[in-house]
Each structure stands twice: as C-alpha cells, then as structure tokens.
C-alpha cells in the first residue's frame, strides 16, 4: 500500500462511541471515511448528517465486499467485538476494534492469531494508552527517576449510565487494566477482585481489584458508577519518588511529589520520611481519540505494529477475565 495514498476506512457501529470514531478518522488527512455501518436506522440517518460524504450501510458485508475498503473500525456492543473482527480481518481488511478484544481470552486469542496468519493490523481501542499524561507517566516509570515502583493504583468512579451486558470490570476496567499492564511491563500472576451488584442482579456496579506481578509490584483499582465522585486518577509509588496522573484536572494532568522515605545512615535501620517539592510535568493538550486514530492510520501504511496491538489487548483480556473468575468464585460463596 503506498504510504501517499489515504486509508480507506469504514466505521461500523454508531451508537455511543462510533461517530467519535467517525469524527477523528474523518479529520486525519491520511484516512478517507468511505463508509459508515449500523444496524439502526436512526443512527444511520444520524451519522448520514454528519458524514455526508461517506456511503452508508446497514450490513457489515456490504462493507466487506468493497474491494477499495482497506481497514474497518469496530464500535459496536462488547459481544460482538471477536465475531465481527474476525469476519473484518478473514475478508483481508485491517481492523481497529473497540475495547475489549473479546469477552474470553480463547476468543482473542483466535483473532490474534487470524491476523498474524493473515498479515494485517488489528488494534484495540485502549484510548488511555495514548494520553500525552499517561505516555508521560510512563515515560516518568521507565526512566528511574521515580525509583522502584512499590505499588500502583487506580480509581475510575462516576454516577454513570448503569449497564446491562457488562459489569463495571469489563466497561471500566479495561481502561485501567490497559495502563496497568502498561506501566508494570509484565503480566500479574495474582488477580483478586470483589464487588457488589446493587442496581441489577449478577451485574457488578462495585468492583476492587488486586493484582501482585512476578517483580512484586501490587496494584489496586477501584472501578465504580455508583458513586457521588467523579474521578480517573492513576498514582505510582516509587522508592523515590511519586506521581499522580489526574485526568479531570484541566492543567495539573499529571503531578510528581519528591516523597518517600530515606535511610538514616546515622542510626541503622531507621528511615526518615521526606517531604519535597511537587510539579507538574508539561502534557500536551492533544486530543487522545485523535492521536489513537492517527496511530492506527500510521501503523496501517507503514506497516507497523501498533501499541495497542492484538497481543496487547489479548493480554488486558486475560486479566479481565482472571479477574471475572475470581468475582464469580466469591459470589458462588456468597449464595452458599
């Protein structure tokens, strides 16, 4: 594919999170929105607005039979994201899908490895992985200066729109377990988690998480839309220092405190706490939904693999669904 010709996209689902899509490939000199998909009519005739220059469908195969069509984009409900990604990469289109991948690690597994085998792009939507804050916190981790990491942990709370089909793990988790993983550069081998389901029967509004890496690391998450508080804040504690990643704050994204404790070398074993300054790292204010899709675009053309890639979000799937399994052992103890 020559790298000067723009990819040709179409975006399947437009409920909630499709015509955002939508709008960010729209924008991308390098992408042409060629087509737009849904079931609805009403979202087409919605989107139809917007995209006037886009052709618009209800049917994925008609999509599919478009021998000009290069990548599709996958915004539809969780269950479906594995069947009709398989079907996208299986017709020999690049795929971009929504978070999560699948609903089962088996299930990703098998679109990873359709597109290995077949030779395309396919990336997951893990929007957080490409926010200048937390690129930043990232790269604050990886360069020591925070020191060993002790712990992260992860609080993603609102008064939101309560869910049927997910639970609070897999409809806001999978933010969090993406940066989680991210961050750590290693899969946990502990995953811990309880919650409650207040509003709906079997559908966790509540959820704690725990999870322990093979470095010793530990991470906590604490996922919730029933709460009077709306928060996204990550915070790593290092041995040296700390950071907090803050993503309702609208300047202070990110925060470093020059905070620990230091060895007092006049008295074995004792250690004094210290108390330094705090700032705020410079984060660019560029819209994370555009830099993701301007990624997938890049990595399209150029052939390259992508962050978020299928490897990646078949990882987050594993520990989503660990996670799940450790939720539904505590909630058959319960009913004993």
Known sequence: MSSLAPLRVGVVGLGHWGPNLARNFDRLPEADLTWICDASE???????????EARVSGELDELLADPELDAVVIATPVPTHAGLAGQVIAAGKHC???KPLAQSALEAEAVVTAARDAGLVLMVG???????????LKELADSGELGEIHYIYGNRLNLGKLRAEENALWSLGAHDVSVLLGLAGEEPTDCTAMGES?????????VFCYLRFPSGLAAHLHLSWLDPHKERRFTV?????????DD??????LTVYDKGFDEDFSSYGEYIARSGDSWSPRVPND???LLECGHFVGCVLDGAIPRSDGESGLRVVRVLEDLQRSLDRGRSAQAV
């Open 96 to 98: 971009f899908v929504e």
């Open 42 to 52: 009403e979202a087409r005739d919605r989107s139809a607005v917007s995209f006037p």
């Open 237 to 245: 504690v290092g041995s040296r220092k700390m950071a907090t990643f």
């Open 198 to 206: 207040y509003m709906r029967e079997g559908v966790e509004d509540v």
């Open 248 to 253: 309702m704050e609208v300047e202070r994204k």
């Open 287 to 289: 819209e994370p939904l």
């Open 126 to 136: 893990h929007l957080l992985e490409y926010h200048p804050g937390i690129v930043r």
